[in-house]
């Protein structure tokens, strides 16, 4: 039952702003979305969350439309570090603590 | 600050055998979670626990699969007997849950390999 929907990969030039969409039409009110990204055999890392706002932090922006239906995650200046596997996760706020991976995007960057 | 601390990170045994994965969460943390990971399966949640309490097992395969949380700094995952269709990366991680988000740390994972 995907709840989310991202493109299966995507290029960036090295320095260039990363845009990665996500689609989730049947999002909830009390439901947040999450993103985590996988660099190649390790865990996956935390980047950002949100419910209704535009979120920014160190790592990234994360951009909501008006009506939540989907949502862009944009990583200002892109080095090779971040080539990754992003998952765009959509998580009640209260209840059950589980994510429900994807199978997210894999973004390349390019040198 | 140490993060999630998984051992150990690789483990190759023979089919039959038991396993036993072990995750040290970051301290503080009150939720722990177990996770499984296979090319054809992606990134799956098998257990749950809150405060030591398992809250959501939905996702462990079969009886073979045990977890426990005997104390808020140290979990198992057992295999018992292992299947070489158990082979994959199992990956802890842990939380702080705080009003109605949280944000959970992964471990390094642990790579298992079933001959």
């Known amino acids: 039952d995907a709840k989310t929907t991202q493109p299966t990969s995507m290029d960036c030039a090295e320095g260039r702003a990363a845009n990665l969409p996500c689609n989730h039409s049947t999002i909830s009110g009390n439901e947040y979305v999450y993103w985590y990204r996988q660099i190649h055999s390790q865990g996956p890392q935390y980047i950002i969350h949100g419910l209704k706002n535009n979120e920014t932090n160190e790592m990234a922006s994360l951009i909501i439309t008006e009506d939540r239906k989907s949502s862009t995650l944009i990583l200002p200046h892109a080095t090779l570090r971040d080539t990754a596997v992003y998952y765009c996760?959509?998580?009640?706020?209260?209840?059950?603590?589980?994510?429900?991976f994807g199978t997210g995007t894999r973004l390349t960057i390019i040198p | 600050d140490a993060g999630v601390i998984q051992s150990p990170r690789h483990e190759v045994t023979e089919m039959g055998q038991e396993v036993t994965l072990r995750c040290k969460p970051i301290?503080?943390?009150?939720?722990l979670f177990w996770y499984r990971q296979t090319m054809m399966r992606g990134l799956e949640l098998l257990i749950y626990?809150?405060?030591?309490?398992?809250?959501?097992d939905s996702g462990m395969p079969e009886d073979r699969f045990s977890a426990k949380m005997p104390n808020a700094s140290f979990s198992t995952l057992k295999i018992q007997p292992s299947e070489p269709r158990d082979s994959a990366v199992y990956f802890c991680?842990?939380?702080?849950?705080?009003?109605?988000?949280?944000?959970?740390?992964f471990g390094p994972g642990t790579r298992l390999t079933v001959l």
């Open positions: 626990f809150n405060n030591n309490v398992p809250i959501d």
């Open positions: 301290s503080g943390h009150n939720s």
């Open positions: 996760i959509v998580r009640e706020s209260f209840g059950n603590e589980k994510l429900t």
């Open positions: 991680a842990s939380s702080f849950r705080q009003g109605s988000t949280d944000t959970q740390y």
